[in-house]
């Protein structure tokens, strides 16, 4: 500092300096300080008003080490003559050693005001003022803000004129949700430079958070005009026009990006969205290979909500939502540790969405939320994103206890509200879509945060503790690919409430369709529609005669677009019919009736529009993917009883399209059965559902108040006695119907007044053979219901043992699963047997039988695995068949006859306990199996004796 300091005397008296001051100036500057501080001292007491002598005081101090004395000092100096610019400068330069940049930069700037021409004094200023602007930036990367605009504002201080201060600062404030400061800011700095192209953009951006979108765009095409090759410019006017839906101005900005900087953040999944909304294929299949390749790569090309429809690896899935964390300064700043868990006499839930309108959201969570039991419960609504006003928005803000508007404040902000509020749990109703706001969860604005309902997928993100789901859309065996615990319902993780429906149907003429000829219909939005979801539905088109596909007009270019596509496979362009937008959503579920099939996409399935469909009578066709996004379809059709039209391959899909085209006798049964199920069936049950979610969030509860880290778990179906009444919109079941049927055969005073027969469920029936029975099940007081997942046998209901959402719980008093079990994966086994125990009645049982490899083991030891070890009506068993599956049926193609796992009576039974039942007994046979009664209540030796007797070999 030394070099930097000004020792001549230059107060009121240096005309005439004090022989005392120039004694001490001497030994001051001759390096003799200790003498140089006796010879001060001694002036400033005997001339206590001279500057001079405070001043160079001062300077000793700084030269010294004393800067907090120096500043004493020479700040009595300049008490005593003001503005002498040599105080000024060694009072500055005694600030700065004390790292006060303010204070430094005021006493610089004050000095070049003095001295215009002083370059030293001024280059000083430029560095200093330079230096905190840098550490302004710095601070505003890391999230801190005040620290930023304080650096800023020291800056401001030194040189009011800095644009490029006054535009920082307009970014603080806009980060923060202060838009009109961040106006004025942005404005002040285009006024001292307006020719900077970045500054119009920041204007442009602070433009679209006021939604003054024109001004906007102009803003962002100006900035454009000052600086053509400005990636981020053409990738925010991009960003702009995509959400107004003017899709090709938009992909030209995003392909202008990609040109001027092929490796720009998220450019390439832009592009790729906007040319799948359009239908506009040439590349797709190169860009879907690209984007998983890119991701794979750990390069942030693809937003996780786009990638969801390029790629369907769930494993993949996790990897670009992490890198989008990773990738988003707001997000990843923001992180922060969870709170300790708050107690309440009401668990506090508080659903955050941008989405409170006229939104799918909305309509799925609406009736929920009007439901929820208040005396358990606290629930508010936080709004976050741009609101479209109506009847949905206000009917939302009437359901909450509370109604938060927090558009405006900063992630951080809106963290803070919700923490003093004391939520306990916030859940996250919007994920990485649209005007998301994951910086709110980031920076914890409650104890337990979920992730629910508005994105198909994990968010990859530390902060999100549990997703919920049901055991179709995230299987056990995919639970690694999700960063969230997962949490499973046990009818479908999707509320679908009961929609209004006008009654008035159109006439097909009205909608544009053939009177006559089999309609098929996909209302999902068009980017969810892809070259090899349309080559199927062109195929088929062509075998089904005078079949037309009706389709939603979500833009002109897609209709045109798709038109030329289906003419490019030799199929009628006017065999596409595009559905225009109607005023109400009741008009739009009235007109599905006037479809056939609804054909699902992959790998993005319809979720709210299944919901839509299927209420509306329409049955709905899907093909189960590989990811949550396309799993969604067959959690719904498992809900409303029609697992039948989920397949498990395209192929199938196709096929099963064509046999419901074709054949009208299957098709009304089908038809026939979604008219009969959807008023009683889980999927339309809101209050059903709601007992499921609010056990869950219990769960969550009592989990962080343990003080226990969240961990994963699945809600068992919760049965009331009492049920709600009916919806308004239900209808009533017509008097020839099953039901009624059934009900009035029960009721008093009809034939025979007998009570009705108990159900024995006879799962993996095969065909209809009575003596597969045993004989307890073929008395008077059993009714045979027959499952099996091969249509051909002609059951009851096609189903599957894993997923038997068809059966009502509790509706059953038995269970018999003869060689069932050895068929399933081993994972697939825990989730067979949780539902034996959900479709029985609490006091019933279930009756397995299988192969016991332990007798088995003892084969494969004297190496007589290929002998016959009995013979059966289907010829001689060996260890081998009892191992990997009968081989003369594996060879006629029946699959479904593979072994994929094995028991001994150890295993089988410890399985039996674990997935609920409370009371196991097990036997072995001479032929080489396993018998096995399971109860779910707590028998007496006398009773359990008896069923044995009754069940079990002699």
């Known amino acids: 500092m030394r070099r930097h300091l000004k020792k001549e005397p230059v107060g009121p008296g240096t005309l005439g300096v004090p022989e005392a001051i120039k004694v001490a100036l001497a030994h001051h500057q001759a390096g003799r300080f200790a003498e140089a501080d006796l010879a001060y001292q001694r002036l400033v007491r005997s001339r206590p008003e001279d500057p001079d002598a405070w001043h160079l005081w001062g300077v000793l101090a700084a030269e010294n080490g004393q800067y907090a004395v120096a500043v004493e000092r ?247 939502a992490e890198l989008f964390v990773s990738s988003e300064r707001r997000v990843r700043s923001a992180q922060a540790s969870a709170t300790a868990p708050f107690s309440h006499e009401r668990i506090r839930l508080a659903y955050i969405s941008p989405d409170f309108g006229d939104h799918p959201v909305a309509y799925l969570i609406a009736d929920l939320i009007e439901q929820h039991d208040r005396r358990r419960f606290e629930v508010f609504g936080v709004a976050i994103g741009r609101q479209r006003q109506g009847s949905r928005h206000e009917r939302l803000k009437r359901a909450f206890d509370r109604f938060l508007d927090l558009r405006s404040a900063s992630d951080a902000a809106a963290a803070q509200q919700l923490v003093d509020l004391e939520v306990d749990i916030a859940i996250d109703l919007a994920g990485y879509t649209g005007s998301s706001r994951p910086g709110i969860f980031a920076a914890r604005a409650a104890p337990i945060q979920v992730n629910y309902l508005g994105f198909p997928g994990t968010m990859g993100a530390e902060s999100i503790d549990y997703i919920l789901a049901d055991r179709f859309v995230i299987p056990e065996a995919h639970e690694p690919f999700y960063a969230e615990k997962v949490v499973r319902l046990p009818d479908t993780f999707q509320c679908c409430p009961p929609r209004p429906v006008a009654d008035a149907t159109p006439a097909r003429r009205e909608a544009g369709l053939p009177e006559k000829g089999f309609v098929f219909c996909c209302f999902n939005n068009s980017y969810k529609i892809n070259p090899q979801m349309f080559d199927i539905w062109m195929r088929l088109l062509k075998q089904v005669e005078g079949s037309v596909l009706w389709l939603s007009k979500a833009n002109q270019e897609v209709v045109g677009n798709l038109r030329r596509e289906a003419q490019g496979r030799g199929v009628d362009a006017d065999r596409l019919v595009f559905a225009s937008r109607v005023t109400g959503l009741d008009e739009h579920l009235a007109r599905q009736r006037l479809a056939d099939l609804f054909l699902d996409t992959l790998p993005y399935n319809a979720h709210t529009t299944a919901g839509d469909a299927l209420w509306a009578g329409l049955p709905v066709l899907t093909c189960l993917g590989n990811a949550f996004a396309g799993r969604v379809a067959a959690s719904l059709l498992h809900a409303v009883g029609l697992p039948e039209l989920v397949t498990d391959s395209l192929a199938d899909y196709e096929a099963l399209a064509q046999r419901l085209a074709t054949r009208p006798d299957d098709y009304a049964a089908i038809r026939e059965k979604l008219e009969r199920n959807r008023l009683s069936a889980p999927l339309f049950d809101v209050d059903r559902f709601r007992r499921h979610i609010e056990a869950a969030y219990q769960r969550m509860w009592e989990i962080a108040q343990r003080g226990e880290a969240p961990t994963a778990f699945s809600i068992a179906p919760i049965e009331e006695d009492a049920r709600p009444a009916p919806s308004p919109l239900a209808a009533t079941p017509r008097d020839d119907s099953p039901a009624r049927s059934a009900a009035r055969a029960s009721e008093p005073g009809t034939a ?13 029936c095969g065909p209809a053979n009575p003596e597969k029975l045993p004989a307890l099940f073929r008395t008077d007081p059993w009714q045979e219901v027959r499952l099996d997942i091969d249509p051909a046998c002609q059951p009851d209901i096609v189903g599957s043992i894993t997923a038997m959402s068809a059966v009502d719980t509790g509706s059953c008093a038995a269970i018999f699963s003869s060689h069932n079990l050895e068929h399933l994966y081993p994972h697939e086994v825990p989730l067979a047997l949780k539902e034996f125990v959900r479709v029985l009645a609490p006091d019933g049982f279930a009756f397995v039988t299988l192969p016991d490899l332990q007798q088995v083991a003892g084969l494969v030891a004297e190496d007589r695995l290929d002998d016959p070890a009995y013979h059966s009506p289907a010829g001689p068993i060996a260890p081998l068949d009892m191992l990997y599956g009968h081989r003369p049926s594996l060879a006629r193609g029946n699959l479904f006859m593979a072994h994929r796992t094995g028991f001994t009576a150890k295993t089988l039974s410890r399985a039996l306990l674990e997935a609920g039942f409370v009371q196991v007994g097990v036997r072995r046979d001479r032929r080489f199996g396993l018998w096995a009664i399971a109860y779910r209540q707590t028998r007496t030796a006398e009773q359990l004796a008896e069923m044995e007797r009754a069940l079990f070999p002699s």
């Open 752 to 764: 025979k007044e007998r009570p009705p027969r108990q159900k024995v469920l006879h799962v993996g």
């Open 74 to 320: 020479i700040q009595r100096a300049l008490e005593l003559s003001p503005r002498q610019a040599a105080f000024l400068g060694n009072l500055g330069h005694a600030f700065l050693q004390l790292a006060q940049a303010a204070q430094a930069i005021a006493c610089y700037r004050e000095v070049v005001e003095l001295q215009p021409d002083d370059s030293e004094f001024r280059d000083r200023l430029n560095r200093i003022c330079e230096r905190q602007l840098d550490l302004g930036i710095e601070h505003q990367k890391a999230g801190r803000l005040t620290e930023a605009e304080d650096c800023y504002q020291d800056v401001l201080r030194g040189q009011p004129e800095r644009a490029d201060a006054w535009h920082l600062k307009g970014l603080i404030e806009m980060e923060r949700g202060h838009h009109a400061a961040a106006l004025e800011h942005v404005c002040r700095a285009i006024d001292r430079a307006p020719d900077t192209a970045s500054f119009h953009n920041s204007l442009a951006s602070v433009h679209e958070r006021l939604q003054h979108f024109e001004a906007a765009i102009a803003c962002y095409r100006h900035a454009i005009t000052l600086r053509p090759d400005y990636p981020e410019a053409h990738h925010n006017l991009g960003n702009l026009l995509y959400r107004r839906r003017q899709l090709g101005e938009a992909l030209a900005c995003f392909e202008r990006v990609l040109a001027l900087d092929p490796d720009h953040a998220f450019a390439q999944g832009m592009a790729a969205d906007c040319r799948a909304r359009m239908g506009l294929w040439a590349d797709h299949e190169s860009t879907r290979q690209r984007l998983a390749e890119r991701v794979r790569e750990n390069a942030p090309v693809v937003e996780p909500f786009i990638f969801l429809n390029f790629c369907d690896d769930p494993s993949a899935q996790r990897q670009c």
